[in-house]
Structure formats: C-alpha cells, structure tokens
C-alpha cells in the first residue's frame, strides 16, 4: 500500500492571509499524523511566503512520522536544511512571481550543482528526492546525480481539461514511473491530486508515497482536518 504525506504548507498561507497566529500548521501537522498520514511536507521557500523558520523549526522537534522539507538548491536553505536534518529533502524549482510549483526540476541543466547538493545533504544523512517532470531522462540524470527518489509532478495531469487529455497525461506518469522503477529509485508523485483524479492511480503500485496539500487542506475547511486526511489516506491505501 503506497503511503500519504501531507503538506501543510497550504495551513501557512491561511495564516499568512491574515498575519496572525492561526492556523498553525505544526498543529495542521500533528492532526494529519494522529489520522494517519505517513509523513509531514513543508515547502522553506526562499521569500518565507507560507511556512518560516519557526515552522520549520517546530516540525522538525514534533513530527513523529517522517518529515520531507522541499527547497530550492540555494545556498542558504541547503544551509539551513543541513541544520535542522529532515527526513527527507524534496529539491524543487522554485520563482518568486509563481503561486505554486509550476514544474518539475530541470536537472539536465546544472547536474554538477545538483550532484553536489545531494552530496552535502546525504552527507548528513538526509534522503534526497527529486520533483522532475514525468520525463524519463530527467528521472534518468536524477539517478546520476545521487537521488535516492524521485517525486513525479502530476500537475499537467491534474490540470487536464478533457478525459483524452487526462489519459495521454497519466500514460507519460506511468512510462516515467516505470522508467524509476527500473533505476531502483524510490517513487513517490504528487502536485495537484485530488479525492476524484487519484483514482486513476490504484494500478500504479511502484508508487510509494502521494504528496498531497491543497485538496485536504480545502476539504478540511468543510468536513474538518482529521477526516479529510483519513477520507484521502481511504483513497491512497486502499481504494
């Protein structure tokens, strides 16, 4: 059965709609594991614009599950990653103008850069995992760069406009999956996966882990956080 992390970075942005203290989402956090969840995501984006240092400071001392920090390969957030030492680090693109991730990570561009940063980390004991487009030679040069995973981006999938879309879409996911699988790098997908789209998932069982946000965070708003995370973990295990 694959397993969820939930990311609670979309918890900060409701926060930070308002500039106050709540909702907290090391709160959001434990909710999501004490209903299940696998894993706990955090995006320390360069601008701070969601989840900041003291988030990411009190996940770290209180996710009892296994904490997955996404950054970019920046300096000074490879600096404080190094310090903190999540779990997991999720390296990813990332634009100041953007409202969320809009791509996966084109490695082909700096292998060396990107080489040298899993090195730092892994150093340390971290696990590395790449979010790359479902492009096998993406996935293939974040094998030789040192990637212990890779985190196929959905989002082109999930932002299909028409069922014939939506299937030329999910058959590059799963050419990119099985195209890890062969490199014997870990899998895990996720970007803009909801309660209705991920079904068509039930099949891929090479995947390990969904990284999912938004979807729970906005079906929480209705039906509350912890059943929201155990109607998605109902999804993600079992369906």
């Known amino acids: 059965m694959a397993r969820l992390a939930v990311n609670v970075d979309h918890v900060a942005t409701v926060r930070q709609a308002r500039g106050i203290d709540e909702p907290d989402p090391v709160l959001a956090a434990g909710l999501a594991e004490l209903s299940g969840a696998d894993g706990i995501i955090c995006h320390l984006r360069e ?7 003291r988030d990411l400071r009190l996940l770290r001392q209180t996710v009892k599950t296994r904490l997955n920090m996404e950054m970019a390969a920046v300096d000074e957030v490879v600096e404080i990653a190094l310090e903190i030492k999540p779990d997991l680090v999720t390296l990813v693109p ?3 103008e953007e409202l969320t991730t809009e791509g996966g990570l084109d490695v082909k561009s700096q292998p060396d850069h990107y080489g040298s940063v899993v090195e730092r980390l892994a150093g340390v004991g971290i696990l590395v995992s790449f979010f790359v487009d479902p492009d096998p030679e993406q996935i293939r040069i974040s094998h030789k760069c040192g990637a212990h995973i890779v985190e196929i981006h959905t989002g082109h999938y999930s932002e299909a406009r028409t069922e014939s879309e939506a299937v030329e879409q999910f058959e ?11 490199l014997n790098l870990g899998v895990s ?8 789209n991920i079904k068509r998932f039930k099949d891929l069982s090479q995947i390990e882990e969904y990284s999912i946000g938004h979807s729970i965070v906005a ?20 369906y």
Do not use: W
């Open 219 to 238: 079906r929480a708003v209705l039906v509350g956080f912890e059943r929201a995370v155990r109607e998605m973990i109902e999804l993600v295990k079992y």
């Open 172 to 182: 590059r996911i799963a050419a990119a999956v099985e195209s890890a699988a062969d």
């Open 47 to 53: 601008d701070r614009r969601h989840i900041n240092d």
């Open 94 to 96: 990332e634009k100041r």
């Open 189 to 196: 997908a996720g970007h803009g996966l909801n309660y209705s």
